[in-house]
């Protein structure tokens, strides 16, 4: 079945340094999302991207789909302390949201 | 605001014993989803539903089942419950169409001793 890799597993950065997580799937995805989970809390929605080679931003988030639209990344830049959490990429094709292991992010003030 | 609501945030449970965990959201979402979290693993896919006394199994369905009698709850059955059910259960919700974000509640955290 359809499967979604993500590294890297956790990441610890100072404050202001830069962070990307890479996530890629076994097959061909119609869109992929990112959530964001809060320690003790559960995943928040962040974006959806549903176009090849698509770009958004969210302040210093940079959401990334490929071209073959099967692999995606996020990068922050100048990562803060609210910015702790776990990223998880989730991709869609022909089967429901499947979920990547996420990427814990630990920011060093 | 969607808000998606979970019967309970901690539970204990003995192994064997019949386990309900209920979930209910309030904005008419067509699309409910149940997850379990465990470290390392990330969520994997339980059961899901998209319309009212329908379920489709995810990844993971052996031993659990589900329930939709009513659009806005989404009920998931532990028959019998046992250790390796230990884990940390998410129920989200969506609208109908294809391409939208789930909404998670705050999760269960179950125990089975």
């Known amino acids: 079945g359809q499967q979604v890799m993500q590294i890297p597993q956790y990441q610890h950065v100072q404050e202001g340094e830069d962070f990307t997580t890479y996530c890629n799937s076994s097959t061909t995805l119609s869109n992929i999302q990112w959530y964001k989970q809060r320690p003790g809390g559960h995943p928040v929605f962040l974006i959806q991207?549903?176009?090849?080679?698509e770009v958004k931003k969210q302040k210093r988030l940079t959401f990334q789909f490929g071209e073959a639209k099967k692999n995606s990344s996020l990068h922050i830049t100048a990562t803060q302390t609210t910015d702790v959490g776990t990223y998880f990429c989730a991709g869609e094709g022909n089967t429901p949201l499947v979920f990547g292991k996420g990427t814990r992010l630990s920011v060093i003030a | 605001d969607v808000k998606v609501t979970q019967s309970s945030r901690y539970l204990v449970k003995r192994t064997g014993e019949k386990v309900f965990l209920e979930c209910v959201q309030d904005m008419d979402h067509e699309n409910m989803f149940w997850y379990r979290q465990d470290p390392g693993l990330g969520l994997r896919l339980i059961y899901f539903s998209y319309d009212v006394k329908m379920k489709e199994k995810g990844d993971i369905p052996e031993g659990y089942s589900v329930s939709r009698e009513k659009k806005e709850r989404f009920s998931l059955i532990l028959e019998s419950a046992s250790t390796n059910q230990t884990s940390m259960y998410l129920c989200a919700s969506s609208l109908g169409q294809v391409y939208n974000e789930q909404f998670f509640g705050p999760g269960t955290r179950l125990t089975v001793l």
């Open positions: 991207l549903v176009k090849s080679g």
